[in-house]
C-alpha cells in the first residue's frame, strides 16, 4: 500500500528527495511519518505529517535540514534531505496508520501498522 523511492548514494552536505506513493484513496485522510533504521540500530522517528499538512513535527536530530511535505491529489508524501550527513545513511521508511489516530502526530513505531518497504540512503564522507 505504501510504495517508497528515492533513496541512493550521497555525498556529505548533498540533498536527497525521497517520495512514498500511497495506493489508498484513504490518503487524503490520514497522517503520514518517515521513519529510518541504519545498520545495527533501531529504528526511529524522522518526521510526521498531518493529513491536511497543518502540522509537522521533526526529529531534533534532523531540524532544519530535512522537510516532509505531501501532494493530496498524487496520494504521496516527501522527504527533502539537505545537508546530509554521515550518520543519517540507513534504509528510509514511511509509515502510517488506518484508521487514523486523535490528537498529535506520533512518534513512535507502535503507533504505526501500515510500513512501505523501505528505500536505502547512504552518505558518504
Known amino acids: 500500500q505504501l510504495q517508497a523511492s528515492g533513496g541512493g548514494l550521497v555525498q556529505a552536505g548533498g540533498s536527497l528527495r525521497l517520495s512514498c506513493a500511497a495506493s489508498?484513496?484513504?490518503?487524503?485522510?490520514?497522517?503520514m511519518a518517515w521513519f529510518r533504521q541504519g545498520t545495527g540500530k533501531e529504528r526511529e522517528f524522522v518526521a510526521a505529517?498531518?493529513?491536511?499538512?497543518?502540522?509537522?513535527i521533526y526529529a531534533d536530530s534532523v531540524k532544519g535540514r530535512f522537510t516532509i511535505s505531501r501532494v493530496n491529489a498524487k496520494r504521496t508524501v516527501y522527504l527533502q534531505m539537505n545537508s546530509l550527513k554521515a550518520e543519517d545513511t540507513a534504509v528510509y521508511y514511511c509509515?502510517?496508520?488506518?484508521?487514523?489516530?486523535?490528537?498529535?502526530?506520533?512518534?513512535?513505531?507502535?503507533?504505526?501498522?501500515?510500513w512501505g518497504q523501505g528505500t536505502e540512503v547512504t552518505v558518504s564522507s
Open positions: 489508498e484513496h484513504t490518503f487524503v485522510n490520514i497522517d
Open positions: 509509515a502510517t496508520r488506518l484508521p487514523r489516530l486523535v490528537g498529535a502526530l506520533k512518534t513512535e513505531t507502535t503507533d504505526y501498522n501500515i
Open positions: 505529517i498531518r493529513y491536511n499538512s497543518l502540522s509537522t
